[in-house]
């Protein structure tokens, strides 16, 4: 054809292709900078904690400082509480309480209050009663209900992880598990650790005056969590709101207990200097004193108590109370909380930018799906693709100092 017959291309052409190469070259600046955005993304694998420089050394508290109980099964089936005398490696010595004392109970306080002090003294001193118990075979100091009252956000460098301002309480199900106990590893679980001190009551608290009065058992503890449920359950906006924490914190192997039960004669001052650690494959992870707690076990008692009422607290889509009684019953474990050093760490940059291009190449906008849960089922699948939470074969060990280690493998 001749060019005669090519019509002349106008002004408006000219200025819109143009533009076009101008738009084409952003883009590809923009999406240049997407992939390097999201290529040197950062990607940790756990929070990093601070440890203290002195190696944890487990020992056993002196009688003028607390009196250290455990319990085992006896053969007839009946329970006997033991007042240990020495801590020796994977085995305790310890005096038969029940038998010294004629008191038979599934209730460590009620053995205890039939031996005075005097008593308890005298009795430590005593070879010819003492025997050796292996931890694997102590009971949990664990209280043997089936509800506990879970606490949030409670050590100032662990509430900046989470992003939270504020203590908060959940109720946690689930029975405790002993000092030496497996956890499962599943296929669409993240799992991850907590190490907490927890404590026990002799009576049921329903007010700060009983919380004064009562007898207080002290013991280490575990809290184990599915990040996944919890980060598809959460409110971000609202963590007071427990949504989430009571269904990815119970399972009937997510509470492992410590064998000693500690009851200080100051429980304050003991719990301050208390130090708790963990480790995962002998490698540590957190490192803590409860003298770091925001609010302390008063503080916690008096928080849980005025949450008592409404029914509020979502676990397996029902809403529940705090406690079933509404008030800390014996069989009620009050926790601490933990420390910095778990490993759940939110979305990275990366895991936004790819997710959010998912989003949108995907078409999910056009098929009328959320943005923001688009993008959490992007960062769970990088979590799980990574596995860097907890995999069959690891071991975790929570120790401390006055109230011995828990070990637990995580098994398929």
Same mark, same amino acid.
């Given at each position: 054809?001749?060019?005669?017959?090519?019509?002349?291309?106008?002004?408006?052409?000219?200025?819109? $292709?143009?533009?076009?190469?101008?738009?084409?070259?952003?883009?590809?600046?923009?999406?240049?900078?997407?992939?390097?955005?999201?290529?040197?993304?950062?990607?940790?694998?756990?929070?990093?904690?601070?440890?203290?420089?002195?190696?944890?050394?487990?020992?056993?508290?002196?009688?003028?400082?607390?009196?250290?109980?455990?319990?085992?099964?006896?053969?007839?089936?009946?329970?006997? +509480?033991?007042?240990?005398?020495?801590?020796?490696?994977? $085995?305790?010595?310890?005096?038969?309480?029940?038998?010294? +004392?004629?008191?038979?109970?599934?209730?460590?306080?009620?053995?205890?209050?039939?031996?005075?002090?005097?008593?308890?003294?005298?009795?430590?001193?005593?070879?010819?009663?003492?025997?050796?118990?292996?931890?694997?075979?102590?009971?949990?100091?664990?209280?043997?209900?089936?509800?506990?009252?879970?606490?949030?956000?409670?050590?100032?460098?662990?509430?900046?992880?989470?992003?939270?301002?504020?203590?908060?309480?959940?109720?946690?199900?689930?029975?405790?598990?002993?000092?030496?106990?497996?956890?499962?590893?599943?296929?669409?679980?993240?799992?991850?650790?907590?190490?907490?001190?927890?404590?026990?009551?002799?009576?049921?608290?329903?007010?700060?005056?009983?919380? /004064?009065? $009562?007898?207080?058992?002290?013991?280490?503890?575990?809290?184990?969590?599915?990040?996944?449920?919890?980060?598809?359950?959460?409110?971000?906006?609202?963590?007071?709101?427990?949504?989430?924490?009571?269904?990815?914190?119970?399972?009937?192997?997510?509470?492992?207990?410590?064998? =000693?039960?500690?009851?200080?004669?100051?429980?304050?001052?003991?719990?301050?200097?208390?130090?708790?650690?963990?480790?995962?494959?002998? $490698?540590?992870?957190?490192?803590?004193?409860?003298?770091?707690?925001?609010?302390?076990?008063?503080?916690?008692?008096?928080?849980?108590?005025?949450?008592?009422?409404?029914?509020?607290?979502?676990?397996?889509?029902?809403?529940?109370?705090?406690?079933?009684?509404?008030?800390?019953?014996?069989?009620?474990?009050?926790?601490?909380?933990?420390?910095?050093?778990?490993?759940?760490?939110?979305?990275?940059?990366? /895991?936004?930018?790819?997710?959010?291009?998912?989003?949108?190449?995907?078409?999910?906008?056009?098929?009328?799906?959320?943005?923001?849960?688009?993008?959490?089922?992007?960062?769970?699948?990088?979590?799980?693709?990574?596995?860097?939470? =907890?995999?069959?074969?690891?071991?975790?060990?929570?120790?401390?100092?006055?109230?011995?280690?828990?070990?637990? +493998?995580?098994?398929?």
């Amino acid at each position: 054809m001749s060019s005669a017959y090519l019509m002349p291309a106008t002004q408006w052409e000219v200025k819109l $292709a143009k533009v076009l190469r101008w738009v084409g070259v952003l883009l590809l600046i923009l999406g240049a900078g997407l992939g390097v955005a999201w290529a040197t993304s950062p990607d940790p694998k756990f929070n990093v904690a601070t440890f203290e420089n002195e190696a944890l050394v487990a020992k056993l508290a002196s009688l003028d400082e607390a009196i250290t109980l455990a319990q085992v099964q006896r053969e007839d089936g009946r329970i006997s +509480t033991l007042l240990v005398t020495e801590l020796k490696g994977q $085995a305790i010595r310890a005096v038969d309480l029940s038998q010294a +004392t004629g008191e038979i109970s599934e209730n460590p306080f009620v053995v205890l209050a039939a031996a005075s002090d005097d008593e308890l003294r005298a009795l430590s001193g005593l070879d010819g009663p003492q025997a050796e118990y292996l931890i694997e075979a102590l009971l949990p100091a664990a209280p043997g209900g089936s509800r506990h009252i879970g606490i949030g956000t409670n050590f100032p460098e662990h509430a900046e992880e989470a992003n939270s301002s504020s203590v908060f309480v959940f109720p946690k199900f689930g029975r405790a598990t002993p000092a030496r106990t497996t956890v499962a590893a599943r296929d669409d679980v993240l799992l991850d650790y907590e190490v907490e001190l927890c404590m026990r009551f002799d009576r049921a608290i329903t007010s700060l005056e009983d919380f /004064d009065a $009562a007898m207080k058992g002290l013991f280490l503890c575990g809290d184990f969590t599915d990040r996944a449920k919890l980060v598809r359950m959460i409110d971000p906006d609202n963590l007071d709101s427990g949504r989430g924490f009571s269904d990815g914190k119970s399972r009937n192997d997510f509470f492992p207990s410590g064998a =000693l039960l500690v009851v200080p004669r100051d429980w304050n001052a003991f719990v301050r200097k208390e130090r708790f650690t963990a480790a995962v494959n002998g $490698a540590p992870r957190q490192d803590a004193r409860g003298g770091e707690m925001t609010l302390d076990f008063r503080g916690l008692a008096e928080k849980a108590l005025s949450e008592m009422e409404e029914k509020r607290f979502l676990y397996r889509g029902e809403y529940h109370n705090l406690a079933p009684s509404r008030r800390i019953d014996p069989d009620l474990t009050l926790m601490s909380g933990t420390a910095e050093g778990v490993i759940f760490t939110g979305p990275t940059r990366g /895991d936004i930018i790819e997710g959010s291009a998912r989003y949108l190449l995907s078409g999910a906008w056009l098929r009328g799906e959320e943005f923001i849960p688009s993008v959490i089922e992007t960062f769970l699948a990088n979590e799980f693709a990574s596995g860097h939470f =907890l995999q069959a074969g690891d071991v975790v060990e929570y120790r401390s100092t006055h109230l011995g280690t828990v070990k637990i +493998t995580v098994a398929n």
